[in-house]
């Protein structure tokens, strides 16, 4: 195990930190007037269950953001471990619905068959944070599908490991089960 370095002090080491932090990996659509947009996303969050909340955040700099900013609806879509071809499509190809299995849904959402859990979303408020902005969605329809989730950690896409399944090939045993903190 290597030790831990001081903090971050250029914008590299800043995000090769950031990196270390796995997420899931989402592609969120919308419609607008040339037809259906999207784009990859790792910054999603749940934000509140009463009401349902949820956010996520578009960098400012994108060709794309300006359809999310004036767009009153999106969808977003939580990617299974499968879906890292997906995931590569949208955060690079301005036409990635040209073959792709979607449908039109409520509000003319864009919405794309085969995810982890779709939650289709009104958008409830707008927040600037530095480079991105912070979009947060009221959940009107969440689903959910099978298969385990597509992660996303030190600039490569993955899959889950349980804690229990690792433990087992590493011969070790974990000391107490406990759930995370909430809080």
């Known amino acids: 195990m290597t030790s ?3 903090c971050a002090d250029t914008m590299r080491e800043f995000r090769d930190a950031l990196g270390q932090f796995g997420t899931g990996v989402t592609v969120v659509t919308a419609q607008c007037p ?3 947009v999207g784009m990859t996303a790792n910054s999603f969050a749940s934000v509140s269950l009463d009401p349902p909340l949820v956010l996520w955040s578009p960098a400012l700099a994108s060709l794309r953001y300006a359809h999310f900013e004036a767009a009153s609806h999106y969808a977003i879509h939580v990617l299974r471990d499968d879906q890292a071809g997906l ?3 949208f955060a690079r190809d301005a036409h990635a619905f040209e073959g792709l299995d979607w449908h039109k849904g409520e509000h003319d959402l864009p919405l794309i068959e085969g995810c982890l859990a779709r939650f289709e979303c009104r958008q409830e408020a707008a927040h600037e944070g530095g480079d991105h902005m912070i979009l ?3 959940v009107l329809r969440a689903c959910i599908g099978a298969g385990a989730p597509l992660l996303f950690a030190q600039g490569r896409y993955g899959g889950f490991a349980p804690a229990d399944a690792t433990r087992a090939t590493q011969g070790t045993t974990p000391a107490a089960k406990a759930a995370p903190s909430t809080d």
Do not use: I, M, S, Y
Request: glycine letters at 16%; aromatic letters at 8%; hydrophobic letters at 25%.
């Open 87 to 89: 995931a590569r499509r």
């Open 34 to 36: 040339e037809g259906p």
């Open 136 to 138: 947060v969605g009221r």
């Open 4 to 6: 831990f370095e001081p």
